[in-house]
């Protein structure tokens, strides 16, 4: 199983370790409550070398992204960032990620770890005659990122180039100081915690001095406190919100192609479709939480199932979020939740549950 060029140092500070993704990866250093709130009041450093890093290059880089992926991706700007999914001919989702436009003839998309393969694979089966060169950089480029409401503050001395004009999912190319050191790396101001934060690319061999050059300014955060972050920022995550049994209609991202006229797989699909369920947030004011796997109801009628749900440790009280029937969705229903062969209530809620402050 692959590990991460930092995985030494992961060690050293004492980090429980699990398989995500194929890849063995920091769990927690110690307590994920700690690591949670470092991320929502201070700044956390997260280890993302597993994630995936595709190269596309050439003239046709724009269009072969928009044939392949359901977002335009040929009216992104040089130096910005989309969130898109991929989908395979009946629609289902192949994954969820991020396109960053380098350069006219130049983009990196970042799929999640498990499904870069898969990505991979999908890409050269569309590539047809399209003059783009595919190049897959995921054993080859790390990635660190510095989230959190001190992230700005804690960076801007590293950094040659002040990263604050920087604006949400977009990204520039910055050296970074460590040391008597300069590293290239490629700054982009996102990430998947409901925080500001920033995400570091660099070379594998460069991840080492990169971490220690902003661990001193952050907590390190294992994927525990990241799922959680992400939870109550009501971000999906892949294999839980998002599976091939569902398209981007279900899970509320018809916006992306609704008035796209270029063609690109899964059109015929998606064109028309009505959605099966959809992503909905559950809360509740009692204790229980509900985890994956269980059943929403209404009265005696299943109208759902749980498909991530833990305590919120900002909020203090339970959250989830299911694929939920439609007919059933509106906010502010009283639902119960079949937790271990007894009924608890929850309320459908809007989301995200947590919504950061503005600076």
Known sequence: MPQTPLHATHEALGASFTDFGGWT?????????????????????????????????????????????????????????????????????LDDLIAYRFSDYHFMVVPNAANTDVVWEAFQARKGDFDVELRNDSQTVALVAVQGPGALDALTPLLADDPAPLAYYSGAWNTLKSGDKDIEVFVARTGYTGEDGFELFCMFEDAQAVWDAVIPHGTP?????????????????YGHELTTEITPVEAGMSRAFAKKEAAFVGKEALSGREPSVVIAGLTSTERRAAREGAEVFLGDEKIGVVTSGQPSPTLGHPVALAHIDPAHAEIGTEVEIDIRGRRYPFTISATPFYSRKEA
């Open 221 to 237: 955060c294992g994927l525990a406190a990241r799922d959680s972050l992400r939870l109550e920022a009501s971000m999906p995550l």
């Open 25 to 93: 990866m920091p769990l927690k250093y110690g307590s994920e409550l700690e690591e949670h709130r470092a991320v929502r009041n201070a700044v956390g450093v997260f280890d993302l070398s597993h994630m995936g890093e595709i190269d596309v290059m050439g003239p046709d880089a724009a269009a072969f992204l928009d044939y392949a992926l359901i977002s335009s991706l040929s009216n992104v700007k040089n130096g910005k960032a989309k969130y898109s999914m991929i989908v395979d001919e009946n629609g289902g989702i």
